[in-house]
């Protein structure tokens, strides 16, 4: 079962602009993490944020987690053609020691 | 040089045969995940292992069969059971279960 869903599915827009990405869970968890894969390639991790958290940044990325809403939301700001990549976010949940993704937020950015 | 490697890169398989999809990593980490993803979709769980000699089933793990005899392997076997196996297989490891992960590059399993 996927624990996380990732809103929009797909997302598009200019260079320069800022994209947003959001994530709803179903269960308490630990931490919650960002990663971003390129077309074919492997899963690189961009942020972690923990239960007692409620922000993190990471230099163009923000992340904010409500853990009342079981929501997360990932900010890209002045994107750049190179940000063209699928998004996941992945859930430890309390107790199950293991990571489960998201659907994935496809982003495009056009020059 | 550190990392996790997935080998091969492209794998094609055979209806009925057995294949086995190979995993290390040399970043001395106990917790390593195999997952599945079909093309457009998210990644879905098959099998985890925290510790060495020790594995969990994951979301879909039936049709596959996993060993962790030694830390930095964790080899992953898409069996004849496995009614629709064509599909990109991720590998990844971490420090400890539900800590940051580290992707292998995956191979990509086709049945002919």
């Known amino acids: 079962s996927q624990q996380g869903e990732e809103d929009p599915q797909a997302l598009s827009i200019q260079e320069g602009e800022n994209a947003t990405m959001n994530c709803s869970y179903k269960t308490s968890i630990n931490n919650l993490q960002w990663y971003r894969q390129n077309s074919g390639r492997g899963l690189v991790h961009l942020i972690l944020?923990?239960?007692?958290?409620r922000e993190k940044h990471s230099g163009r990325l923000r992340v904010t987690l409500d853990t009342s809403k079981k929501s997360s939301s990932l900010l890209i700001t002045a994107s750049r053609a190179a940000d063209t990549a699928s998004y996941f976010c992945?859930?430890?949940?309390?107790?199950?020691?293991?990571?489960?993704f998201g659907q994935g937020t496809r982003l495009t950015i056009n020059p | 040089d550190g990392g996790i490697t997935q080998s091969p890169k492209y794998l094609f398989r055979k209806e009925g045969q057995n294949v086995t999809l190979s995993c290390e990593q040399n970043l001395n980490h106990d917790a390593m995940y195999w997952y599945r993803q079909d093309p457009g979709q998210g990644l879905r769980l098959i099998y985890y292992?925290?510790?060495?000699?020790?594995?969990q089933k994951g979301d879909i793990a039936e049709g596959y069969s996993v060993s962790r005899e030694k830390k930095e392997s964790f080899p992953l076997t898409v069996t004849s059971a496995q009614k629709n196996p064509t599909a990109f297989y991720l590998c990844?490891?971490?420090?400890?279960?539900?800590?940051?992960?580290?992707f292998g590059q995956g191979t990509r399993l086709t049945v002919v």
């Open positions: 944020i923990r239960s007692n958290e």
């Open positions: 992945a859930t430890d949940a309390s107790g199950a020691q293991k990571l489960v």
């Open positions: 292992s925290q510790i060495v000699n020790d594995f």
């Open positions: 990844a490891s971490s420090i400890l279960s539900g800590s940051e992960a580290f």
